[in-house]
């Protein structure tokens, strides 16, 4: 299975440029509340991978009728990619 995740990285990197990110993580004003930092936009990334990748593999294992994944690499070290698994596990 391959995976190219360039358009998902091309559309973050583009709302770095967005009026409302806000680079150091502070507020302009008192009344600057609609922003979003560096650490918004990578925790999100990460969230919309992970989630992507454990809907690819559930689609690829119910195509194949594979009961058993193996996931290896820094992906694999990852705790919210174990935590989908359960889940993944305890609804098939």
Do not use: Y
Request: contains cysteine; aromatic residues 8%.
């Amino acid at each position: 299975m391959d995976v190219s995740l360039s358009g998902i990285l091309t559309s973050t990197e583009a709302l770095t440029l967005d009026k409302r990110f806000r680079s150091n993580g502070m507020a302009i004003g008192p009344d600057d509340t609609d922003f979003f930092t560096p650490a918004d936009l990578c925790f999100s990334l990460q969230e919309t991978v992970f989630a992507m990748l454990v809907e690819i593999t559930e689609r690829a294992m119910a195509h194949i009728g594979s009961k058993e994944v193996l996931i290896v690499g820094g992906v694999g070290c990852k705790w919210h990619i174990w935590r989908s698994r359960v889940i993944l596990k305890l609804v098939r």
